[in-house]
């Protein structure tokens, strides 16, 4: 039945409780997700948690005059909104699609009473609140200490990684948002790394063609926080490396 969904805290939760996962599911909507989408407003308390099967959503920091910097992702391997189901309090943050796919949801409140009845349900998804504090504390260290094209390479990368893909649609602007840096420099940053062979970009599609040379160039970021030294599978990264180099011979 977990074969429903690709979404690591579902599945590890079927794997440990079949009933409780059971009664989970039932309580789940599938929600599309399309680019661009809010799934929660800076200081508005988010009213559903978002299981994440295919896409990537964004949490974004925003100043009052309108910039605004990621500071963690969410792939499948975890639940957009968790925040908001620790606590009553609303979060300064955005919750932003930013590759579509599909998300499992359900009220906060009803999550919040399958936490309580289900000790395994509570510790899986206290664990990957721990690991978004980690992204959280290593995107401000990253923000103040790395240059914008290992900024730029660390998140190609965990982006395909949540993603599970090495070519998505984006543009320079959105990419400049995400890593916080001018659009100036994402757009020299990206040519370096497109001069190199490095990346592609065509008509919005963004292709990374050397992933292993791409991962030399990320800044230590990515190894932190990535889902391969988070208790996810190491292969994805060896796997991607290996297809990127035989795809360019
Ligand atoms: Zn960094």
Redesign the pocket.
């Known amino acids: 039945m977990s074969e429903r969904t690709r979404n690591d805290v579902l599945r590890e939760l079927a794997q440990s409780d079949q009933r409780v996962f059971a009664q989970l599911m039932y309580d789940l909507e599938p929600h599309p997700l399309q680019r661009g989408d809010l799934l929660g407003s800076p200081r508005v308390v988010a009213e559903h948690l978002y299981f994440i099967d295919s896409g990537v959503v964004s949490l974004v920091a925003n100043t009052r005059s309108g910039n605004s910097v990621e500071v963690a992702l969410v792939g499948r391997e975890g639940v957009a909104g968790i925040a908001d189901a620790l606590g009553n309090q609303p979060l300064p943050y955005s919750l932003i699609v930013q590759l579509p796919g599909l998300a499992y949801r359900a009220p906060k409140a009803l999550i919040r009473e399958h936490i309580l009845s289900c000790s395994a349900l509570h510790e899986l998804l206290m664990n990957y609140s721990q690991r978004v504090m980690h992204q959280l504390a290593q995107s401000a260290l990253?923000n103040r200490f790395?240059t914008s094209v290992?900024?730029l390479a660390?998140w190609l990368l965990l982006t395909a990684e949540r993603a599970d893909t090495n070519r998505f649609e984006l543009t320079h602007e959105f990419v400049a948002q995400m890593v916080g840096a001018p659009r100036s420099a994402v757009s020299e940053s990206a040519s370096t790394l497109r001069a190199k062979g490095i990346i592609d970009y065509r008509r919005g599609v963004l292709t990374i063609r050397n992933a292993k040379r791409l991962h030399k160039i990320a800044?230590?970021?990515f190894d932190v926080v990535s889902h391969s030294a988070n208790g996810g599978s190491g292969a994805w990264l060896a796997d991607l490396k290996k297809s990127t180099a035989s795809r360019n011979g």
């Open positions: 990253c790395h290992q900024r660390r800044c230590e970021c």
